[in-house]
């Protein structure tokens, strides 16, 4: 669920103060120029005062309105309102006939539009936002309209969304395209991948600190270790043992541990087209992990940065929720926008 703060905004249904600013030139000196009882759309009142005024310098005329209406038929609080509906799952006709039951007409592509507005204000907010930490993780979800993979980014320190595109996560050009402009604007010092291979090309090209997921580390290294406990000879068992402790613990000179080990195995005996014998695929597995050990332990140097990329997948978690409603879409801006949103907690 997203983190919705449940705060709508007061709604005035007067202004007695007076403009300070004549919209048009800034002039600072007005006449009242009569007034208007404007018909609203809100939860709780149905009309407000706008006072008319003329400005004296420039002689044009505006309308002031109360605190949380705009010329717009919707209140601020009913937009938020029905924003709020539609995160908490409803659909936009769904939305719509709720608020008919508070009398309340609002047609669905009003909901809509207001659902993009929204959005937009927090892209906008998104949009220079300082980031140190960015979590990545591809999102294959055919719900979403596309059989393209897309890519999610989110800012690990708050949990926020700052991007989703149709990446394919397996492609380090692709990725890197998509992710420079990002790094930049946001200041991005560190990513928090699984440990596909092309964020580790990404991460070197773009200079980046990079941790991998320990919990993605730890699925496919537990399930190849248990694999090899059955097919290794024995007198070679004690390390799996090993490996699973330098797993458990991440000592930061654990690449040279499993270099070690990896040394002590015999060498390679198949050719290059025959299938790899179980001690061969151990002595890769033992490479691996030593190779890229370097980036399992980054957590431990700063403590903003988490071992795990969990941050990331609670925010796909989220949009998956809102799939069904997003699935509409037609356009691609629209829902890139409604996922965003969707998994956004700062509304
Ligand atoms: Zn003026």
């Known amino acids: ?54 400005c004296c310098h420039c002689k044009r005329t505006f309308r ?42 609002v ?32 999102a294959n979800v055919l719900g979403w309209g596309t059989k393209q993979p897309v890519l999610v980014a989110v800012d690990i320190g708050t949990g926020e969304p700052m991007a989703v595109g149709y990446i394919n996560e397996s492609d380090p050009q692709a ?12 200041g991005i ?16 090209k773009l200079q980046l600190g990079h941790q991998v997921c320990q919990f993605h580390v730890r699925r496919w290294v537990g399930k190849t270790l248990k694999e090899l406990q059955e097919t290794i000879p024995k007198q070679w068992v004690w390390v799996l043992e090993e490996i699973r402790q330098l797993i458990e613990l991440l000592p930061l000179e654990g690449s040279k541990t499993l270099y070690t080990l990896w040394k002590q195995l ?9 299938a790899r014998s179980a001690m061969e695929q151990l002595r890769d597995l033992l490479l691996r992990l030593s190779e890229h050990w370097p980036n399992y332990c980054t957590f431990q140097s700063e403590p903003q940065i988490p071992w795990t990329n969990n941050a990331t ?31 956004s907690s700062i509304l």
């Open 1 to 54: 669920m997203p983190i919705v703060v449940l705060k709508l905004p007061d709604i005035k249904q007067k202004r007695e103060e007076r403009p300070k600013r004549c919209p048009y030139c800034a002039g600072g000196t007005f006449q009242r120029w009569g007034q208007v009882n404007k018909p609203v759309k809100d939860v709780r009142v149905r009309h407000v005062k706008v006072y008319r005024y003329r």
């Open 64 to 105: 002031h309105y109360p605190d949380g209406n705009t010329s717009a038929d919707q209140t601020e609080r009913l937009r938020l309102f029905v924003v709020l509906l539609w995160t908490l799952g409803l659909s936009h006709r769904a939305s719509s006939l709720i608020l008919s039951g508070l009398k309340v007409l």
């Open 107 to 138: 047609s669905h592509m009003t909901i809509w539009r207001d659902v993009q507005k929204a959005a937009q204000q927090i892209q906008r907010h998104n949009h220079w936002k300082p980031v140190r930490v960015l979590g990545l993780d591809g």
């Open 175 to 186: 990725v890197r395209r998509w992710l420079e402009p990002l790094v930049q604007r946001h």
């Open 189 to 204: 010092t560190v990513i928090v991948t699984d440990d596909l291979f092309s964020y580790k090309i990404v991460a070197e």
């Open 266 to 274: 015999p060498g390679r005996r198949s050719l290059p087209r025959q």
């Open 313 to 343: 997948e609670q925010a796909i978690g989220r949009m998956k929720m809102r799939a069904r409603t997003v699935r509409g879409y037609k356009s691609w801006l629209g829902m890139q926008a409604g996922l965003l949103l969707a998994s």
